[in-house]
């Protein structure tokens, strides 16, 4: 019997401080400071960090 193959992939969602528009990346790279909206193409350089986990 074949095995079904199982990954895990953490998803950071990122919220566009000038449109308010939502969109999602996997694997962010941890040092990657400056974003760009893919929604309206502006740049986002302050990214707060709000952990909802407990």
Same mark, same amino acid.
């Given at each position: 019997? #074949?095995? $079904?193959?199982?990954? =895990? &992939? ?5 919220? !566009? *401080?000038?449109?308010? @528009?939502?969109? $999602? *990346?996997? &694997?962010?790279? *941890?040092? @990657? $400071? #400056?974003?760009? !909206? ?6 986002q &350089? =302050? *990214? ?7």
């Amino acid at each position: 019997m #074949k095995s $079904t193959i199982r990954s =895990k &992939e953490v998803l950071t969602h990122f919220r !566009c *401080i000038f449109c308010n @528009k939502w969109w $999602t *990346i996997g &694997e962010v790279p *941890i040092t @990657k $400071t #400056k974003w760009f !909206c893919p929604w309206c193409g502006k740049l986002q &350089e =302050k *990214i707060n960090t709000q952990n909802k986990s407990k």
